[in-house]
Every structure is written in C-alpha cells, then in structure tokens.
C-alpha cells in the first residue's frame, strides 16, 4: 500500500523510555523524519535520518532505521510530561512533478502518566 | 531557526462566505510553500505545492476553484477558502522551503483552525 503506518496510541509512565514504530512503503525515500505535534499547534520537526544510516542519537532521541524491513523507531529516553504530545512519522516522496514532498503517518499520541 | 506563521490562528464563518489564511516565512526566502489539511485524529493531507511566481500543483482531490493558492512573494503564500461549507471545518497548516533547502529543510507554520457555521 502507499500509506505510512503508525499505531495510535503509547502510554508511558514519566521516567521511562518510549519507543514509537513506523513502516513505510517507498525504498527510494532519501530522508525519514519524525515530527512532534502539540495541542492546536502545528508540527515541530524533532529529526530525520537519511537512508543510508541505520542509527542517529540527538540527546534524549535515538533513531533507528532498517531499511530492509522499512521500519523506523523513535526512542525517547527519560521520557517527561512535557513530551506528551502526537508524534508522527514522515517519509519524503518524490512526486510526479519531480519535487519532494512530504508523507505522514497518522500519528501515534503519546500519553506521559506521572 | 526558520520561523512560519499563519494568520489567522483561528476564523469562523458562515457558510457561503469566504475566508483568507496567511502562510509567511518570518527570516527565509520560501521558494516552495505546501497547504496541508487535517483532521481530528488523522494525520496531514497534502492539498497543495506552491512555488513562487507560479501556479499552485493540486493533489488529486482537492478542488483548485474552491481552494485558491496564491504565492505572490517569496516570503507569503495565501489559501483562500471560497464559498465555504461546514465540511471545509478543519486544521490548515502550511509549510515553506527556501530555495536550495533539502528534503528536511521544510518549515511548518503554527496552523489555522477554520470553523464553518
């Protein structure tokens, strides 16, 4: 299929690690990226990885990537309440006019229980 | 770091009347700008691609007559809403990439939240 799938939901207790999944579908996708949404707000990019690498670790945020299986995670470590938020997962597709444009999962909420 | 902002953040209406979203990029020359539309729990839609000086590509789906693109400068794009209807309620946000700027290098605006009444 096209679409680039995520599970929903994620609770996790504050102090703990999360882990976010997505699969993907185009294996020509350069870069993977994972974007954080607040309440009302647009979307803020956290990070992206680019297709050749298999891990990238931005303090609390660890990416990992295989692209055999196209699946890409999201860890977060000591997770906060500030962190609750909807992640959402994105691939760059390179559209019929040749230009790259972005591609979203649905996004997965994740609830931090004090 | 790059910064976009829409205006209004918020707009209601009533039906049959049009509405004007502003996209800006505040400290960057936006070559590219997108239209994405969202709704409640769902992820983001692509509507438009819009490149400066020329006419907006519209996905398959999206009305072009109901959903008027303008990107007139490199630094706003506007999406106009005509004749708006109760099912054109929803989260619009935009984003912008400068010229030159990677795949990654796309700025979202803060979205705007049309109620149609």
Request: contains cysteine.
């Amino acid at each position: 299929g096209e679409d680039v799938e995520q599970s929903l939901f994620l609770s996790v207790r504050e102090g703990d690690s999360s882990v976010i999944n997505c699969t993907y579908t185009d294996s020509s996708s350069t870069y993977l990226y994972w974007y954080k949404q607040e309440p009302g707000a647009g979307l803020q990019l956290l990070t992206y990885i680019f297709s050749n690498m298999d891990m990238k670790q931005d303090q609390r945020l660890t990416v990992l990537l295989n692209k055999k299986d196209k699946h890409l995670s999201l860890r977060i470590a000591d997770t906060q309440t500030g962190d609750s938020a909807i992640y959402f997962c994105a691939e760059s597709r390179r559209s019929g006019a040749g230009s790259y444009q972005l591609t979203f999962g649905k996004g997965t909420k994740l609830s931090v229980i004090p | 770091g790059a910064v976009v902002s829409q205006h209004p953040s918020r707009v209601i209406c009533k039906s049959g009347t049009s509405v004007k979203i502003e996209c800006r990029s505040l400290d960057f020359q936006a070559t590219t700008m997108f239209w994405y539309r969202q709704f409640p729990k769902q992820s983001l839609m692509l509507m438009a691609t819009s490149n400066e000086g020329s006419k907006a590509t519209y996905e398959q789906g999206v009305e072009k007559d109901k959903f008027l693109i303008n990107h007139a400068s490199l630094t706003l794009s506007t999406l106009t809403v005509t004749s708006a209807h109760p099912e054109d309620s929803s989260f619009y946000i935009c984003s912008a990439r400068a010229l030159g700027g990677g795949a990654y290098e796309q700025y979202f605006g803060p979205g705007t939240r049309l109620t149609v009444t």
